[in-house]
């Protein structure tokens, strides 16, 4: 009787430290890649200071304007590619304003999510526009595939809505093959 005492004593002792180990050393996959991105270099704030330095503030002309809105998209991808560990997020601006989001393929939904809304505020912060941004979800070898869309609330400045279609269509565009308003040349 004793035995078997010590023996499932050590059973369970063994399943919970193995439990504690796979918990201390759970997958990065797992976890969320973004937790507090906007503290990663460079910071909101760095890249709004920035951004208003390179559209020229208050005198902004439409050239600047462009100019800030392109490097406002390579301060943000540069926020995730210069992260240790690196993520794989890339954000394009295109002059038919609206913005482009890259999101490696195994990215969670959620992440996706957070990712686009950040983004979008930000954008809107720094740059004072509200612009749809298309959701990409990226393959090694492969053209980005278009799985969602942020649009901002006409109604309320301060909401968006993200939708992904699963007709193979996301606003007009084909995922496999994305080509009109929202095409990722």
């Not at 797992?30 to 890249?47: C, H, K, L, M, Y």
């Not at 020229?56 to 590619?81: D, E, P």
């Amino acid at each position: 009787m004793k035995m078997r005492i010590i023996i499932g004593v050590s059973v369970a002792l063994v399943i919970l430290a193995g439990t504690a180990i796979v918990n201390y050393y759970k997958s990065s996959a797992e976890t969320d890649p973004t937790s507090g991105f906007q503290q990663w270099v460079p910071t909101a704030t760095e890249v709004h200071a920035k951004v208003d330095t390179a559209s020229g503030g208050q005198n902004a002309n439409a050239s600047n304007a462009l100019a800030g809105r392109r490097l406002f998209a390579k301060l943000i991808t540069n926020r995730f590619r210069a992260h240790d560990p690196p993520v794989a997020v890339l954000v394009k601006y295109h002059p038919d304003n609206w913005f482009a989001l890259e999101c490696p393929a195994r990215m969670e939904p959620w992440n996706l999510d957070n990712l686009a809304l950040d983004v979008w505020r930000e954008s809107r912060d720094d740059l004072s526009i509200s612009c749809p941004i298309m959701i990409y979800r990226t393959y090694i070898g492969a053209k980005p595939v278009l799985v969602g869309t942020l649009q901002p609330d006409k109604s309320n400045t301060m909401h968006a809505v993200i939708t992904y279609d699963k007709t193979q269509q996301v606003d007009g565009a084909v995922k496999e093959n994305a080509t009109g308003k929202y095409a990722n040349p």
